[in-house]
T-cell receptor
Framework: KQEVTQIPAALSVPEGENLVLNCSFT??????LQWFRQDPGKGLTSLLLIQSSQREQTSGRLNASLDKSSGRSTLYIAASQPGDSATYLCAVRGVAAGNKLTFGGGTRVLVKP | DTAVSQTPKYLVTQMGNDKSIKCEQNLGHDTMYWYKQDSKKFLKIMFS???????INETVPNRFSPKSPDKAHLNLHINSLELGDSAVYFCASSQDYSGGEQYFGPGTRLTVT
């Protein structure tokens, strides 16, 4: 059974620092991995999708890496801003899981001005 | 021109009642999903439909019945509501079932009293 873990559960940084968010998964047989952002009381916004054949994806200040063999993905957010404060979720689309998305518990990020 | 919309946004009801949540996507996607986010913020898949056909049905009580009148709509009907059904329910869609990005609706916060 696929399990997805995100550590730390919460993170507080001063504005301008780079953010590093970790995601690990137990079954490396995946189709892709997706990073989402969730603001309080809101839905999920897709940030990046990395296919299993890719090693990284970039969008603006965001960069996500994928090491499928070790079951890890890292989301980097450069030069953090207070507007980056949110909960970040990673989700894995697993082969054995019947093509379902399995979510991690999220990392709650606070960027202090 | 919201991509994935849900109604209502908030739903407060008493135990034993029957209620429905509606979801619509205007992205032309073939696949739609229902997720439940519990009080601990874990997101779990409940159902998935592809072109109006059920393809994922997690171990969800049969009090929950999804209905897809067409591929742009996936509604969730819940019978005999229980306290434990209180959660945020998210609808999502993707281009197809082969593993593309999933786009989420804003969520419906259900409170059962």
């Amino acid at each position: 059974k696929q399990e997805v873990t995100q550590i730390p559960a919460a993170l507080s940084v001063p504005e301008g620092e780079n953010l590093v968010l970790n995601c690990s998964f137990t079954d490396s047989a995946i189709y892709n991995l997706q990073w989402f952002r969730q603001d309080p009381g809101k839905g999920l916004t897709s940030l990046l999708l990395i296919q299993s054949s890719q090693r990284e994806q970039t969008s603006g200040r965001l960069n996500a890496s994928l090491d499928k063999s070790s079951g890890r993905s890292t989301l980097y957010i450069a030069a953090s801003q207070p507007g980056d404060s949110a909960t970040y979720l990673c989700a894995v689309r697993g082969v054995a899981a019947g093509n379902k998305l399995t979510f991690g518990g999220g990392t709650r990020v606070l960027v202090k001005p | 021109d919201t991509a994935v919309s849900q109604t209502p946004k908030y739903l407060v009801t008493q135990m034993g009642n029957d209620k429905s949540i509606k979801c619509e996507q205007n992205l032309g996607h073939d696949t739609m999903y229902w997720y439940k986010q519990d009080s601990k913020k874990f997101l779990k898949i409940m159902f998935s439909y592809n072109n109006k056909e059920l393809i994922i049905n997690e171990t969800v009580p049969n009090r929950f019945s999804p209905k897809s009148p067409d591929k742009a709509h996936l509604n969730l009907h819940i019978n005999s509501l229980e306290l434990g059904d209180s959660a945020v329910y998210f609808c999502a869609s993707s281009q197809d079932y082969s593993g593309g990005e999933q786009y989420f609706g804003p969520g419906t916060r259900l409170t059962v009293t």
